[in-house]
């Protein structure tokens, strides 16, 4: 009985114990709720602006611009990485650096050379200073940064070599063939060109990363805390052909230079679907070169001059006023209508349809609009209208302008402004507007919106893919479209075009010459042009070429000064063609078409494995790797002559491979 009272004696002391203990840790448990409480209900943002706020903040993490592509898949302008390094002289251990040091300099003086006491000296006094984020160099390539990241110290990476490295990106051109006024930019506050018309697919989305403070004006980087990755952008195939820019850009640049001429523009355009083929715009610097920095063909309005007449006969022939029988007696080449004195630079007599445009005759057109259209000009100008020559163009690239044609509400209307505007002034409109003109009629009536854009891909899937767009489904009648061909036609056998009429291939086109800024005293200035389409029986290409202010010493006609350069355009895109052009057209000084018909190696990744890309040529593989998912980072051009990853190293997707091409 004694036994069993000890026993209980011990239970209840044992258990009052524990019960203290238990309501010992309830106690300090609800404090402890409490102050967490206290602590997010009282000084929450004290604490977040004394210590968070001053010490960390969120910085965005750039995400890559995706490539801009020709349509054979050759890179226009890329996003390439380069490496900023920065060295953090207090997790950098004291053994490694002074037992290092000395190699370290020596590494540093010849890849930079710079003395090796300089940057000893320099890294002595940060060292003793400890600072954590000193700034080696910027602006790195991945060969440099390659090199310098096995470089005595450095290569014992962040936690004991104190090596940082910041990625950034730069975008570069990647082709000599497009300049920078065509490919144009996006930087954030101007959006010019190829770059800004595709902006919304080109630009990935931004990241966020944490950073640290290190002093008053530096943070460092906090690589493993990132909030939000980075999403690279969509890649973007526009519808220019090397090829044919570059056979477009040569025959331009080597007449600018033959008749000393300010600028100017060649236009190609596919018949069947719209697609610019060929955008060139070149001008005459202060050195006498010709360089790609503005875009004459979408940002100038300009006074058409004869190559307009096209535009206005054919109203006259849809509205069957004028057929392959009409003539029109030009007497003298001299008419006064209206008080306005109009003269054709040559020839007299009596002129059928085809001989008006084949010789350019500025009265026999005005004659034949005024006497049809002058008591109800404004059936002409529905025309016109129809037409979309008084509408701002609806395309992806910026600056387009709006034309602007003289109607009889404007103030400056007058008797004979209707004359005027018929071969080709009192109207103001851009090459590219009367280049989709020209490309309607080749194409049978049918005008199609010009297009840029071929498709946007993502990670080697197509996400969009263009179609041909309808502007106007029949500008005319097929009757007048047919005498329209056959007369512009005629116009490069028999007429102003003649000087590059072959046998070997039949051109359609109309010459242009028309003065500007007459009204200013000075000597008179003159833009040459020249609008047609090839082959004339069976289009595939328009092509406009307007060459502006050429040396009147030595020529200022469209028919001599811009008509070969149409020639020699639609010569050499026919070369993969059975066409037999003459040996002279085929002489290219620029463009070497061996290189453009080299088969396309395939590039295949089998097993997740690399394969051997070193000998190829750079823009038949880097396409091809792109479309299979991964990132590539390239320098050069030409033939790849290094890579990494190495052979056979297993790569997974959206994984950089860097390329380095041999020059």
């Known amino acids: ?6 026993y209980d004696n011990k239970r209840k002391k044992t258990l009052r114990w524990g019960y203290l203990f238990a309501v010992g840790v309830l106690c300090v448990f609800v404090l402890f709720l409490a102050r967490i409480v206290i602590l997010q209900n009282t000084n929450v943002q004290e604490i977040k602006d004394d210590y968070i706020n001053k010490n960390y903040r969120e910085a965005t993490l750039k995400a890559a611009r995706g490539n801009l592509f020709a349509s054979d898949g050759s890179i226009l302008a890329t996003t390439v ?4 390094i920065y060295l953090d002289f207090k997790t950098m251990k004291d053994t490694i650096y002074s037992n290092n040091i000395g190699a370290l300099t020596d590494s540093l003086s010849k890849m930079f050379g710079k003395s090796r006491g300089e940057f000893r000296q320099k890294f002595d006094e940060q060292k003793k200073k400890k600072n954590q984020y000193y700034t080696l160099v910027k602006g790195l390539d991945f060969d440099q940064y390659d090199r310098i990241r096995n470089f005595p110290v450095f290569k014992k990476g962040k936690n004991k070599g104190g090596f940082i490295v910041d990625r950034n990106y730069k975008r570069e051109l990647a082709t000599s063939e497009i300049g920078a006024g065509t490919i144009g930019i996006d930087n954030g506050e101007v959006k010019a060109g190829l770059e800004g018309a595709f902006s919304k697919y080109l630009t990935g989305t931004d990241g966020r990363r944490l950073e640290q403070r290190i002093n008053s004006s530096q943070w460092k980087p906090i690589d493993y805390w990132k909030v939000k990755e980075p999403v690279d952008g969509e890649d973007v195939y526009t519808t220019l052909d090397l090829r044919i820019q570059d056979i477009a850009h040569s025959a331009l640049e080597k007449q600018l230079i033959t008749y000393e001429a300010k600028h100017g523009t060649v236009i190609v355009m596919e018949t069947e679907t719209g697609k610019v083929r060929a955008l060139v715009n070149l001008r005459r610097t202060d050195e006498g070169e010709y360089e790609d920095s503005y875009n004459y063909a979408l940002k100038d309005n300009i006074e058409p001059g004869s190559t307009f007449k096209t535009i206005s006969l054919l109203a006259a022939m849809d509205d069957g006023f004028i057929d392959e029988n009409t003539t029109v007696d030009v007497g ?17 007599g009596i002129y059928d349809i085809s001989d008006v445009l084949a010789k350019s005759s500025n009265v026999g057109t005005s004659k034949l609009i005024t006497k049809y259209y002058a008591d109800k000009p404004q059936i002409f100008l529905d025309h016109l209208k129809r037409w979309k020559l008084f509408d701002k163009m609806d395309i992806e690239l910026p600056g387009i302008t709006k034309p602007k044609i003289l109607t009889p509400q404007h103030r400056r209307w007058n008797a004979a402004t209707l004359a005027s505007i018929s071969y080709g002034y009192s109207s103001n409109i851009n090459l590219l507007q009367l280049t989709t003109f020209y490309n309607g009629v080749a194409n049978g009536g049918k005008m199609l919106k010009p297009l840029f854009i ?7 899937k197509v996400m969009y893919s263009a179609k041909p767009e309808v502007m106007v489904n029949k500008m005319a009648s097929e009757k007048a479209i047919k005498m329209m061909t056959s007369a512009l036609t005629k116009a490069v056998e028999k007429g102003t075009g003649r000087s590059i009429f072959t046998p070997n291939l039949k051109m359609a086109g109309k010459t242009g010459t028309a003065r500007f800024e007459y009204w200013l005293p000075g000597p008179m200035k003159y833009r040459a042009s020249f609008a047609g389409f090839y082959p004339a029986d069976h289009p595939k290409y328009t092509c406009y070429v307007m060459i502006s202010e050429p040396n009147t010493a030595i ?9 070969p350069v149409f020639k020699e355009i639609a010569g050499k895109t026919f070369l993969k063609t059975p066409q037999n052009i003459e040996k002279e057209m085929l002489v290219d000084r620029k463009v070497n078409l061996s290189k453009m018909v080299e088969p396309n190696v395939k590039v295949a990744v089998n097993n997740k494995q690399m394969p051997n890309v070193v000998g190829l040529i750079g823009k038949n593989v880097i396409p091809q790797l792109e479309n299979l998912g991964y990132r590539i980072d390239y320098k050069g051009v030409g033939r790849i002559k290094e890579q990494f990853p190495l052979e056979g190293t297993i790569i997974s997707k959206n994984q950089r491979i860097y390329l380095s091409l041999q020059n």
């Open 1 to 6: 009985m004694q036994k069993q009272n000890e």
């Open 81 to 84: 990485m380069r490496y900023d």
């Open 332 to 348: 003298n080449g001299v008419w006064t209508y209206a008080k306005q004195r109009i003269s054709d630079g040559h020839g007299g």
């Open 454 to 460: 071929d498709k946007i891909m993502k990670d080697g």
């Open 555 to 563: 020529g200022f006609y469209g028919g001599p000064v811009s008509a």
